[in-house]
């Protein structure tokens, strides 16, 4: 018993926060979604079972939802993955005093407040004499309204980006410089370099990136809420996590219906979870984390 | 294989901001002889290296190989193969891919690219762990793999930077005969970096002391252990390291403190005498001394001394150990195995 005491001590902070923190949680959306609990029934809700799972099924909308929830992923998930590894690159490779403040610029949006950066999108996307975009085009329109698609993934991998920036930069940096000298002198040109040492050596970075950015992009919907609330029109950018929070806690004329909600939520946990297992499963992530990181000669 | 071509360097200099890492370098390696590289860290050895490899660009002059000036050319248009000191083998491919990439990125046939790399790699003795990747192969397996990877596409010059210095000291001694023997059975021109001056004097054709970026002397071992040119090759080359003596040459002998040594014919005015440990003899009618230190090397006992407040480091046969802290003679020798300096370190005799 005492061999165990000691680990269980050093684990048990990080175990309190999971439990306190998602375990929870999870547990409470479950058991809310199995109840009527809305607005109207606030005072006595009742077990209804899989009701709400069966009023979403029969959502007419629903399939629609789910299509611009994989939309909106899959589309931001390569601008974030791409453009990170892009400029991580193109960063490294000019001289750092060149690279290093490019880099610093780039992560700007991420300390800006959401709020104030999707106004400063809603203002960039204007009409005329507002928007710098009607500007260049030429074309005074609404591009929030006229693009709606483009503006969500590209507000959003802008800021996205730069994550996958920081981590592939450091990942490029921790390779050794005698690896770059050996391929010039091999006679490798500064792509093949790239594609046949560079990319080969970044392939966990990748996997991290990819699996982190689809979770946090199947579960985040502030930048859409802020810029188009779902629109323009009927459910035209409204994804899954959104319509869970609007049926949840925004419906209109305060008719929310939290067992609704909770259940789409409940939803989006189990494909969260499927999600993970299919990225550990074809990156085969034993064979890569047993593999040394660091090369000790 | 095609032989090795003359390798020129003419005014090379390298500046890093303010610091000059090699300046102004005039050398000649002729074709298929190893050159070594030898100085202290910091002294400007691999950056010359990396300036032939083609990685640095020159800040002034010229590098030539052969007739052709290379130094405005990409490393991958010189034709040069090179083995680092980490061995720099690409982590995620097998050794035969390692060994493969130069002749894949030439787009080199597939058949005639795995002949290549199994004979290169027989003749290294790893042609059997060929599908093996480098992290599950000996240090001294990687470093054959890496010298596999820089002779596959036969080039005419051949770039070692401290390619010995990872490896177990036991399989060091082998590994520097292997490939002083295939660098002459392939007929390439080798230059060796290295600060292991007993590497440098046991491979090398001629060998290249630098110091501060400076190149002090260009000779071969011989000539650099009989004939240093002045006090910091003297001091660099040879193991242990030349006694040098400040003091006074008088004309038929040198002085310092107490210390009177007579020599016919030496030189007058302030200098440094050089007397190589080994050269240096106990017995009767020597100079006083009293024994400090006795460090017994296996074949031979190294014996501190101290000789009228100088300190000699004296080299003895095994059976001849004195006790520390009893009274011997040092016996200096003939004047042909003294080294004479000057007062700036520069060597004035014996011719």
Not at chain 1, 46 to 71: C, E, H, M, R
Not at chain 1, 93 to 105: K, S, T, W
Not at chain 2, 109 to 122: G, I, L, N, S
């Amino acid at each position: 018993m005492r061999r165990y005491l000691t680990p269980f001590l050093f684990l048990s902070p990080a175990t309190l926060l999971i439990l306190l923190f998602f375990f929870t949680p999870v547990v409470a959306t479950i058991l809310l979604s199995f109840t009527d609990l809305s607005t109207t029934t606030f005072q006595n809700p009742s077990w209804v079972g899989l009701k709400n799972y069966q009023d979403l099924l029969a959502d007419p909308f629903l399939k629609k939802i789910f299509l611009n929830t994989a939309k909106y992923v899959a589309l931001t998930l390569a601008f974030n993955v791409g453009m990170g590894l892009l400029l991580a690159l193109l960063t490294s490779l000019v001289p750092e005093r060149y690279g290093d403040p490019f880099r610093a610029l780039w992560l700007l949006p991420r300390i800006l407040p959401p709020v104030v950066y999707v106004f400063i999108w809603q203002g960039l996307l204007a009409e005329a004499p507002m928007g710098l975009v009607s500007d260049l085009l030429g074309v005074s329109k609404n591009w929030l309204v006229a693009a709606p698609w483009t503006a969500v993934i590209l507000a959003n991998g802008f800021v996205g980006a730069s994550f996958g920036m920081l981590i592939f930069t450091s990942a490029i940096r921790a390779i050794p410089r005698e690896l770059f000298y050996a391929a010039a002198v091999d006679g490798a040109t500064t792509w093949q370099t790239v594609r046949k040492v560079v990319l080969p050596l970044l392939a966990w970075p990748i996997l991290f990136v990819t699996a982190y950015q689809t979770l946090s992009l199947l579960t985040s919907f502030e930048y859409i809420l802020l810029l188009t609330d779902g629109g323009p029109g009927f459910y035209t950018t409204e994804v899954w996590s959104l319509r869970a929070y609007h049926l949840a806690l925004s419906n209109y004329f305060g008719n929310v219906e939290f067992g609704l909600g909770a259940a789409m939520a409940a939803v989006l946990v189990v494909i969260g979870v499927v999600v993970s297992l299919f990225y550990l499963k074809i990156f085969n992530f034993k064979a890569l984390v047993s593999e040394p990181k660091i090369e000790v000669y | 294989m095609k032989r090795g071509i003359p390798v020129r360097l003419e005014g090379l200099s390298k500046r890093f901001g303010r610091v000059e890492a090699v300046k102004r370098l005039d050398l000649e390696i002729g074709a298929g002889e190893l050159v070594a590289f030898l100085g202290p860290s910091g002294c400007g050895k691999t950056t010359t290296l990396l300036m032939i490899a083609g990685i640095y660009r020159p800040t002034t002059g010229a590098v030539y190989f052969g007739d052709r000036r290379v130094d405005p050319l990409h490393p991958r248009d010189r034709d040069v193969g090179m083995v680092f000191q980490s061995y720099a083998l690409y982590p995620h491919l097998t050794l035969f891919e390692n060994i493969a990439f130069p002749l894949r990125l030439k787009k080199v046939p597939d058949a005639e690219v795995r002949a290549r790399v199994q004979k290169t790699a027989d003749l290294l003795g790893i042609g059997h762990i060929l599908e093996r990747k480098p992290a599950q192969v000996s240090g001294g397996q990687q470093q054959r793999a890496a010298l596999a990877r820089a002779l596959v596409k036969e080039p005419q010059v051949l770039l070692l930077d401290e390619p010995l210095s990872n490896l177990d000291a036991q399989i060091r001694l082998s590994a520097r005969a292997e490939i002083r023997r295939l660098q002459q059975e392939l007929g390439v021109t080798a230059i060796l970096v290295t600060h292991d001056q007993a590497e440098a004097l046991a491979m090398a054709d001629r060998v290249a002391v630098f110091s501060m970026g400076e190149l002090q002397q260009y000779d071969t071992p011989e000539v650099l252990y009989h004939r240093p040119k002045n006090t910091f090759v003297a001091g660099f080359v040879g193991s242990p390291p030349m006694n040098l003596i400040e003091g006074t040459f008088t004309g038929d002998g040198f002085r310092s403190g107490e210390l009177r040594i007579p020599i016919p014919g030496a030189p007058t005015g302030k200098g440094w005498l050089g007397v190589r440990p080994e050269h240096l003899a106990l017995g009767e009618g020597g100079h006083p001394a009293r024994v400090l230190v006795v460090e017994p090397l296996g074949r031979e006992v190294l014996v501190v001394a101290e000789v009228a407040g100088v300190r000699l480091q004296v080299l003895l046969p095994e059976d001849r150990r004195p006790e520390p802290g009893g009274q011997v003679g040092v016996v200096f020798p003939e004047r042909a195995t003294l080294h004479f300096f000057d007062e700036t370190g520069r060597r004035i005799g014996p011719e």
